[in-house]
């Protein structure tokens, strides 16, 4: 009977390193997958935080009523960049706020030269609100070239213009020269003699030139 014994005493010896080996390696495994998921959150994270911080394009327009810097948005890919393309080919020097109602918008960028058409970037909070710069267009989708305009007001929450805001695609907000912006939507205009309408400035302001500062 003994040796039966010493033999069941071993067996169940066995049997409990087993488990505990088993038990180990659970543990490891738990550890390393929380590890993991921790590492995963914290790198969107990150990214989520910092997507707009420090990528942000600035445009500076030195105009002969003062300086405006605006602040391009990086989630409207094609038209920031059609825009600063624009930019860095000097094609706004000397050009003209041609278009201005103080209660509207203050309208620029008609340049002598064919620009493509680009595609419109309507998206998420493509919202026309006050000091935000967006892309002037035909009545045709997808028919932005390079003028553009700065709002003035919430446009995009004008009863008699409810789609405003799924039309024109903004990319951007003035940062500084906000009073700037109000002195050019407040000049003396006339009738535009094509339109009829009074939005033709006595004297336009000219943008001296455009240049990418950050």
Do not use: C, W
């Not at 169940?12 to 659970?26: H, T």
């Not at 595609?119 to 070239?145: C, F, W």
């Amino acid at each position: 009977m003994a040796p039966n014994k010493r033999r069941k005493v071993t067996k169940k010896k066995s049997s409990n390193k087993l488990s505990l080996a088993i038990s180990l390696i659970a543990l490891i495994v738990i550890v390393a997958v929380g590890f993991g998921i921790y590492l995963a959150y914290s790198n969107n994270a990150n990214t989520v935080n910092t997507e707009y911080s420090d990528t942000s394009t600035r445009v500076l327009l030195h105009t002969t009523a003062g300086d405006i810097t605006i602040e391009l948005r990086d989630d409207k890919p094609i038209t920031t960049a059609n825009f600063i393309n624009i930019v860095k080919n000097g094609l706004y020097d000397n050009t003209t706020f041609h278009r201005v109602i103080s209660t509207f918008m203050i309208q620029g960028g008609t340049i002598n030269q064919t620009i493509p058409t680009i595609s419109d970037e309507i998206g998420k909070d493509n919202r026309n609100l006050p000091y935000t710069i967006a892309m002037a267009k035909t009545n045709q989708p997808n028919s932005a070239t390079s003028e553009f305009f700065i709002n003035k007001a919430d446009n995009g929450n004008n009863p008699n213009n409810p789609t405003f805001d799924s039309t024109y695609t903004v990319f951007g907000n003035v940062t500084q020269g906000r009073s700037v912006v109000d002195s050019i939507a407040n000049g003396v205009v006339a009738a535009n003699p094509l339109t009829g309408e009074l939005s033709y400035p006595v004297n336009p302001v000219t943008i001296i030139s455009a240049t990418i500062i950050s």
